[in-house]
């Protein structure tokens, strides 16, 4: 499997800083994926990065591949108390195996 | 503009009970997904489908069937409900196989 796997498990910081999770995959992908859930909701698409790109903004979000580490970082800049939610990488392949989502990082944003 | 829809919201069942659950998507999406999340577990695709009357299985198959009749919907079944099948269950949808996935809001199962 190539699941992705976040790191930390959890990340708690206060309202402004920066928020740094990452993402490491086993195997060649096609795209790279990051998902925000709120508690008790669904997930929610937050940026796709393909394998050819190494870097992608989203208004407070930046996103890094570097596939030859086989690793993402997302980056919340200046965060907010809205932000507190789980994070999760997902990765799709070149073949025909369905996108893989990691386990996630739980951020808690202190106001 | 609904989006992807499950029903319903929240269940309870015995064991060895059935239930059908309902995913609905207006985006006239291809692709779409029955996953389930369990704490410290993650998503885990249980079956998918890649078009109108086409289903295949995922990670977690056992236990569960599903059909898509109509493209816009996906229904997962449970034949005879077991403990180990309480989770939260997510239904998504995507345009492209690798797009990006839009999910329900999910449904809370317990069966005891």
């Known amino acids: 499997s190539q699941q992705g796997e976040e790191d930390p498990q959890a990340l708690s910081i206060q309202e402004g800083e920066n928020a740094t999770m990452n993402c490491s995959y086993k195997t060649s992908i096609n795209n790279l994926q990051w998902y925000r859930q709120n508690s008790g909701r669904g997930l929610v698409h937050l940026i796709l990065?393909?394998?050819?790109?190494r870097e992608k903004h989203s208004g407070r979000l930046r996103v890094t591949l570097d596939t030859s580490k086989k690793s993402s970082s997302l980056l919340i800049t200046a965060s907010r108390a809205a932000d507190t939610a789980s994070y999760f990488c997902a990765t799709g392949d070149s073949g025909n195996t369905p996108l893989v989502f990691g386990k996630g990082t739980r951020l808690s944003v202190i106001a | 503009n609904a989006g992807v829809t499950q029903t319903p919201k929240f269940r309870v069942l015995k064991t060895g009970q059935s239930m059908t659950l309902l995913c609905a998507q207006d985006?006239?999406?291809?692709?779409m997904y029955w996953y389930r999340q369990d704490p410290g577990m993650g998503l885990r695709l249980i079956h998918y489908s890649v078009g109108e009357g086409t289903t295949a299985k995922g990670e977690v198959p056992d236990g569960y069937n599903v059909s898509r009749l109509k493209k816009q919907n996906f229904l997962l079944g449970l034949e005879s409900a077991a403990p180990s099948q309480t989770s939260v269950y997510f239904c998504?949808?995507?345009?492209?196989?690798?797009?990006?996935?839009?999910f329900g809001p999910g449904t809370r199962l317990t069966v005891t």
């Open positions: 990065i393909r394998s050819n790109e």
């Open positions: 985006m006239n999406h291809e692709y």
């Open positions: 998504a949808s995507s345009y492209g196989w690798r797009g990006e996935q839009y």
